[in-house]
């Protein structure tokens, strides 16, 4: 792990919005626009190569508490829960991932 310089989390957040639009004008999924988020930035090392993850969630004051010096992790969150990964050297995005939804399972058949 490596820790992202401001310079490079600057890069990041001002080349995202105009990816998501990209992906949204290709008719591609997209976080809802709707939300205000917070991020977490973490910095690792793949085949050599320096790349950011980015973790985003919904604001909300139960995250306030931790979110500092910990992962915000929620599972069945939905699609305001999302994270991406930013490539350094290709100032490009890549593996856009949402949290899935609560899926409630049909009632049994009635015999």
Same mark, same amino acid.
């Not at 699609?79 to 490539?87: E, Q």
């Given at each position: 792990?490596?820790?992202?310089?401001?310079?490079?989390?600057?890069?990041?957040?001002?080349?995202?919005?105009?990816?998501?639009?990209?992906?949204?004008?290709?008719?591609?999924?997209?976080?809802?626009? /709707?939300?205000?988020?917070?991020? *977490?930035? @973490?910095?690792?090392?793949?085949? $050599?190569?320096? &790349?950011?993850?980015?973790?985003?969630?919904?604001?909300?004051?139960?995250? /306030?508490?931790?979110?500092?010096? *910990?992962? @915000?992790?929620?599972?069945?969150? $939905?699609?305001? &829960?999302?994270?991406?990964?930013?490539?350094?050297?290709?100032?490009?995005?890549?593996?856009?991932?949402?949290?899935?939804?609560?899926?409630?399972?049909?009632?049994?058949?009635?015999?």
């Amino acid at each position: 792990m490596w820790e992202p310089s401001r310079k490079d989390l600057d890069d990041l957040e001002s080349s995202l919005a105009r990816y998501l639009n990209q992906r949204e004008t290709a008719g591609k999924a997209v976080p809802p626009k /709707s939300t205000k988020y917070h991020r *977490q930035y @973490v910095g690792f090392i793949r085949n $050599g190569e320096r &790349f950011i993850y980015g973790n985003f969630y919904p604001v909300a004051r139960e995250f /306030s508490s931790y979110e500092a010096h *910990q992962a @915000v992790a929620v599972c069945d969150g $939905g699609r305001v &829960f999302w994270g991406i990964v930013y490539d350094l050297k290709k100032k490009a995005f890549d593996e856009l991932q949402f949290n899935g939804s609560i899926a409630i399972p049909p009632p049994p058949p009635k015999n």
